[in-house]
T-cell receptor, first 111, second 114 residues
Framework: QKEVEQDPGPLSVPEGAIVSLNCTYS??????FMWYRQYSRKGPELLMY????GNKEDGRFTAQVDKSSKYISLFIRDSQPSDSATYLC???????????FGKGNQVVVIP | NAGVTQTPKFQVLKTGQSMTLQCAQD?????MYWYRQDPGMGLRLIYY???????DKGEVPNGYNVSRLNKREFSLRLESAAPSQTSVYFC?????????????FGDGTRLSIL
């Protein structure tokens, strides 16, 4: 079993819809959780960074962490065509700064 | 603010050739990383350098070598390129040795080996 599982999609939604993405993980030592956005032919760009369980909101983006279920989510409200990208979840434990990545989920927002 | 800069952006090699991928960061970060990204495989760590003067193997180090030239620069070398090394290579850096800081990525080097 891989440490981080992420459904690769692709996920197509109409403009204005809510996008829901999630990852599951197996390593209970993970404490730091990140979402990266990657546009085509570009590097991953940090979108959200959270520690331990709970919610974090930044504009149209909300990240949720449920450590009891080993499950993290990213919600994008009022999705825009500019949100079309691949979204990667990543996580690390408290000791090392080595990230475990999901495979990425491609999102297409249709105007 | 350039962040993480990778050169070259594209390269085509023949099997058996060697080359070095360059990476530099201007954020005064301690830790630097090299990843490869392949379709269906996600990002895989090749080597990392927790601080200047140290390097360690990641998940897929075979066929690669690295050099942490100074705090800013971290290079990745393919001594004898193989078609299996065709990939997109990303360099990343983060602020703190050990501990936890998010990693910041460059825009990648797209490498094809014929």
């Amino acid at each position: 079993q891989k440490e981080v599982e992420q459904d690769p999609g692709p996920l197509s939604v109409p403009e204005g819809a809510i996008v829901s993405l999630n990852c599951t993980y197996s390593n209970s030592a993970f404490q730091y959780f990140m979402w990266y956005r990657q546009y085509s032919r570009k590097g991953p760009e940090l979108l959200m960074y959270t520690y331990s369980s709970g919610n974090k909101e930044d504009g149209r983006f909300t990240a949720q962490v449920d450590k009891s279920s080993k499950y993290i989510s990213l919600f994008i409200r009022d999705s825009q065509p500019s949100d079309s990208a691949t979204y990667l979840c990543a996580m690390s434990d408290t000791k090392y700064n080595r990230l475990a990545f999901g495979k990425g989920n491609q999102v297409v927002v249709i105007p | 603010n350039a962040g993480v800069t990778q050169t070259p952006k594209f390269q085509v090699l023949k099997t058996g050739q060697s080359m070095t991928l360059q990476c530099a960061q201007d954020m005064n970060h301690n830790s630097m990383y090299w990843y490869r990204q392949d379709p269906g495989m996600g990002l895989r760590l090749i080597y990392y350098s927790a601080s200047e003067g140290t390097t360690d193997k990641g998940e897929v180090p075979n066929g690669y070598n690295v050099s942490r030239l100074n705090k800013r620069e971290f290079s990745l070398r393919l001594e004898s390129a193989a078609p299996s090394q065709t990939s997109v290579y990303f360099c990343a850096s983060s602020g703190r040795e050990g501990g936890n800081q998010p990693q910041h990525f460059g825009d990648g080097t797209r490498l094809s080996i014929l």
